[in-house]
Nanobody
Framework: VQLQASGGGSVQAGGSLKLSCVAS????????WAWFRQAPGKERELVAL????????EYKESVQGRFTISREDPKNTVDLQMNSLKPEDTATYYC??????????????????WGQGTQVTVSS
């Protein structure tokens, strides 16, 4: 699977960004998809997940109500709308295909492809 993430940038606190990820080489609709992020000196963490059948979404508690994950299967894309951004959202954001088909589980250690990520910088 090849992943191309885009949409990052520099914004002031309270601003918005929309990240997009295009996947190739994947049977996209059979998988759940997720956005992770990694800040300097910190471990990579799950930010949001959307299930293969659209029935389930999961968010990191600190982004709940501010971020929205969505997907367009015909376009093999998964997006992350980020509103009311805070300086603590500063990180490199990565999209990822969750490991198993028809599953909502997304253990980071089993993810095979990360792509190059996209940088989000939020200033106060």
């Amino acid at each position: 699977v090849q992943l191309q993430a885009s949409g990052g940038g520099s914004v002031q606190a309270g601003g918005s960004l929309k990240l997009s990820c295009v996947a190739s080489g994947s049977t996209f609709s059979k998988y759940s998809w997720a956005w992770f992020r990694q800040a300097p000196g910190k471990e990579r963490e799950l930010v949001a997940l959307i299930s293969w059948n659209l029935a389930y979404k999961e968010y990191k508690e600190s982004v709940q109500g501010r971020f929205t994950i969505s997907r367009e299967d015909p376009k093999n894309t998964v997006d992350l709308q980020m509103n009311s951004l805070k300086p603590e959202d500063t990180a490199t954001y990565y999209c990822a295909q969750c490991p198993a088909i028809y599953s909502n589980l997304c253990p980071m250690r089993r993810i095979e492809s990360w792509g190059q990520g996209t940088q989000v910088t939020v200033s106060s």
